[in-house]
């Protein structure tokens, strides 16, 4: 159903900023879905500490793309 959807794209939404927050630590204070994650100042390791929580949480990227992100956004 459509809230089924809807409620498991948030759900979705919520754990990447869960991910980023844990990573990303008091610069995520002010994290929202169109953060740009290059702006954060972020080193090239937490970067990929983020990718890999997404990963190992998905296991896949294809729930990014469900999620409505792009590559330049959490």
């Known amino acids: 159903s459509d809230q089924r959807e809807a ?36 080193d090239s390791l937490e970067r990929m ?6 990963l190992a949480t998905f296991k896949s990227s294809c729930c990014f793309a469900a999620a409505g992100e792009d590559r330049s956004t959490v």
Do not use: N, P, W, Y
């Open 7 to 42: 409620s498991a794209r948030q759900a979705t939404k919520d754990r990447v900023l869960e991910i980023v927050r844990g990573v990303a630590k008091v610069r995520a204070k002010s994290l929202t879905l169109d953060t740009d994650i290059a702006g954060m100042g972020l």
């Open 49 to 54: 500490e983020i990718v890999a929580g997404r």
